[in-house]
T-cell receptor, first 112, second 113 residues
Framework: DAMVIQNPRYQVTQFGKPVTLSCSQT?????MYWYQQKSSQAPKLLFH???????NEADTPDNFQSRRPNTSFCFLDIRSPGLGDAAMYLC???????????FGPGTRLTVL | GENVEQHPSTLSVQEGDSAVIKCTYS??????FPWYKQELGKGPQLIID?????GEKKDQRIAVTLNKTAKHFSLHITETQPEDSAVYFC????????????FGQGTTLQVKP
């Protein structure tokens, strides 16, 4: 019954080595979000898609990119990970009819 | 822009006692207020929400109250159990074509057996 699925759950990469995190949803929601969450902090929105319309937060570094090839899938690309990019990355969706936002289980990224 | 303040940052209660977490928001246009529970190593889980046309909502041991005039909303957990231990986040949103949430800073709740 998983509705928002994130793969992998744990990802280890090397400093500067590009990495891609994936998210898929079975809810057919229009909006998908990517958040970064560091220890003991609230999730921080990086960007979101409304259908294919991409919306970047003003303070999201250029190092972070995203792709949404279809309604079900969304990818987070980190072009050159730094040690400061180690965090939990959360994907979420929203159908907007009820405004409820549903989160996936997250991907824990480690940068060596 | 919207700003959400959440208090306390940590809360420790004895099993069976009640727990209350409070949030304030700044933008009077906000009209949707969800609460999320996040267990260690997991994604946030929506546990209850309230919209601006309602003053109170209850779901078993969990209730949320909203005071639009004061721009306050609170989470109440009664008869706490050890499995309620987690980090709780409040959030505020303006229903729109983005559904963007503004989160509070989080409250770590510890329920002692």
């Amino acid at each position: 019954d998983a509705m928002v699925i994130q793969n992998p759950r744990y990802q280890v990469t090397q400093f500067g080595k590009p990495v891609t995190l994936s998210c898929s949803q079975t809810l057919n929601h229009n909006v998908m979000y990517w958040y970064q969450q560091k220890s003991s902090q609230a999730p921080k929105l990086l960007f979101h898609y409304y259908d294919k319309d991409f919306n970047n937060e003003a303070d999201t570094p250029d190092n972070f990119q995203s792709r949404r090839p279809n309604t079900s899938f969304c990818f987070l690309d980190i072009r050159s990970p730094g040690l400061g990019d180690a965090a939990m990355y959360l994907c979420a969706t929203n159908g907007l009819a009820s405004n409820e936002q549903f989160f996936g289980p997250g991907t824990r990224l480690t940068v060596l | 822009g919207e700003n959400v303040e959440q208090h306390p940052s940590t809360l420790s209660v004895q099993e069976g006692d009640s727990a209350v977490i409070k949030c304030t928001y700044s933008d009077s246009a906000s009209n949707y207020f969800p609460w999320y529970k996040q267990e260690l190593g997991k994604g946030p889980q929506l546990i209850i929400d309230i919209r601006s046309n309602v003053g109170e909502k209850k779901d078993q041991r969990i209730a949320v109250t909203l005071n639009k005039t004061a721009k306050h909303f609170s989470l109440h957990i009664t008869e706490t159990q050890p499995e309620d231990s987690a980090v709780y986040f409040c959030a505020a949103s303006i229903s729109s074509n983005t559904g963007k949430l503004i989160f509070g800073q989080g409250t770590t709740l510890q329920v002692k057996p």
